[in-house]
């Protein structure tokens, strides 16, 4: 079942944007598991729901997804705009708990996304180990934020000119923006939230997700990597996803 609607962001102060796909399973007396699903950079809390096979894997699964809606903000609280991570991260479980029936449970709850999801899925795992069981991170933007935040200043037109209004006009990335500082502080944790990452053979970031995936087995951390046929589009995406469902069991 496919459910589309807005609700109501004490956080955001506006009305926004949801979706959430459940299972065709009816589990009586427990709750659902319970997986938050990031959209990337050009999409909407709609977009994974429409854009791949989700509702079909999700229907022979156990597991409610939910899409929330994240503009263009990289799932940040904005240095110029709303504060998306706190939405995230804070009212937006308590809101679907409220509504739905699932668990609240670590081990239970799954944060994934792709691209500019996949940043913000990755960014939440590390940052918040005890609030996830499991983060998968399919094509993931920003693994090395910093490095492309500097090669962007001075430019007279940005690649992405949202990011004075997340970053800064200094466009300077804080050290808990850094996925790799973040990776490193939790390769040092004696409990970790295991990582799914995956991209695509002939996508722009492939060389980005090696380096990441070689220094993360370096330092420890609980990274499980590979490589799928395919670019940065949606066939992709559903690839990685439909991977990670089987892989994990949702």
Not at 85 to 110: C, G, H, N, W
Not at 145 to 157: A, C, D, F, T, V
């Amino acid at each position: 079942m496919v459910l589309k609607g807005n609700v109501f962001s004490r956080v955001l102060g506006t009305d926004v944007g949801i979706t959430v796909v459940t299972p065709r399973k009816i589990i009586e007396g427990a709750p659902y598991q319970v997986a938050y699903l990031l959209h990337g950079l050009c999409g909407s809390n709609a977009s994974w729901a429409e854009q791949t096979m989700l509702p079909y894997y999700a229907e022979k699964g156990s597991t409610v997804y939910i899409l929330p809606e994240g503009g263009r903000s990289f799932y940040v609280d904005m240095e110029k705009g709303y504060p998306y991570f706190t939405y995230l991260t804070e009212e937006l479980p308590e809101m679907v708990r409220q509504l739905f029936r699932i668990s609240a449970k670590r081990e239970d709850t799954i944060i994934m996304g792709g691209s500019m999801g996949g940043y913000g899925a990755l960014r939440c795992a590390l940052l918040l180990p005890e609030r996830y069981g499991l983060c998968c991170a399919f094509a993931s933007a920003a693994l090395y934020l910093g490095e492309y935040l500097e090669s962007q200043r001075g430019q007279k037109e940005l690649e992405i000119p949202d990011f004075p209004l997340l970053f800064g006009e200094g466009l300077v990335c804080k050290a808990e923006q850094e996925i790799s500082f973040l990776a490193a502080k939790s390769a040092k944790r004696e409990v970790q939230v295991p990582i799914y990452l995956s991209c695509g053979t002939r996508d722009l970031l492939l060389p980005e997700h090696r380096r990441f995936a070689a220094e993360a087995q370096e330092m420890g951390l609980a990274l499980y990597y590979e490589e799928l046929e395919g670019t940065h589009d949606w066939k992709f995406f559903d690839s990685a996803l439909e991977k990670a469902i089987k892989r994990y069991q949702l």
